[in-house]
């Protein structure tokens, strides 16, 4: 089963580092998502890229916070100069477009990132 | 802006027995999809059911099961015969589509279920 995959899993980091997470989606899915999981919180959106094409932001989605996914396959989610308040889960998820609200989102395992 | 609301942060359950979580949302949009999705300790979210909201019909998934109210806007889950496996975290979600022809999910707080033996 190729599910959505996330790496790494874990990450400690100090404050005022360079982190960045890969995704690699489910391989027919041409739509991927980025996600953050705070403690006690449902998931809240950040980003989404149809193929290589970012077309959503959200304002969540600081300056320090740079997704790329260059081929239309994998994406990176890149977090500069790390602050406490980046300590979360990022979540993945991918999708295929099947029609008008035909739509589904599958989700990663998430790298769960800790900022000292 | 749409919202969802699941007002029970904690709940549990006695093994074989059924339980009912609960979900709100507000929402302007006439056609849209709700979902509840499990999120197991320390694993992956899997999606549990969807609804879409042009169907009166309630959805079903083997033991689990909605109970759609669309003018109350309520969307609760229902797991029958509870197993010691569907402990984990139940997000309620909404499906908000984009200007670009996407969509985003809109996640409630979460419920989180314990079954117990």
């Known amino acids: 089963d190729t599910g959505v995959s996330q790496n790494p899993r874990h990450k400690i980091t100090k404050r005022g580092q360079n982190v960045t997470f890969r995704c690699d989606p489910i391989s027919e899915h041409n739509r991927l998502y980025w996600y953050r999981q705070t403690l006690g919180q449902g998931p809240e959106f950040l980003t989404y890229?149809?193929?290589?094409?970012?077309?959503?932001k959200s304002r969540l989605l600081s300056d320090r916070f740079s997704a790329e996914r260059p081929k239309g396959s994998f994406s990176t989610l890149e977090i500069q100069r790390t602050e406490q308040g980046d300590s979360a889960m990022y979540l993945c998820?991918?999708?295929?477009?099947?029609?008008?609200?035909?739509?589904?989102?599958?989700f990663g395992p998430g790298t769960r990132l800790l900022v000292l | 802006a749409q919202t969802v609301t699941q007002s029970q942060p904690e709940m549990s359950v006695q093994e074989a027995e059924t339980v009912t979580l609960s979900c709100t949302y507000d929402t302007s949009e006439n056609n849209y999809y709700l979902f509840w999705y499990k999120q197991p300790p320390s694993r992956q979210m899997i999606l549990v059911i969807r609804?879409?909201?042009?169907?009166?019909q309630n959805a079903t998934e083997n033991r689990f099961s909605v109970n759609f109210q669309k003018a109350a806007k309520s969307f609760s889950l229902k797991i029958s015969d509870s197993q010691l496996g569907d402990t984990a975290m139940y997000f309620c979600a909404f499906m908000k589509p984009f200007t670009s022809g996407t969509y985003k999910y809109i996640f409630g707080t979460g419920t989180r279920l314990k079954v117990l033996a």
């Open positions: 609804q879409e909201a042009y169907k009166q």
């Open positions: 890229f149809q193929n290589e094409a970012q077309l959503e």
């Open positions: 998820a991918s999708s295929v477009y099947r029609g008008l609200y035909q739509e589904t989102q599958y």
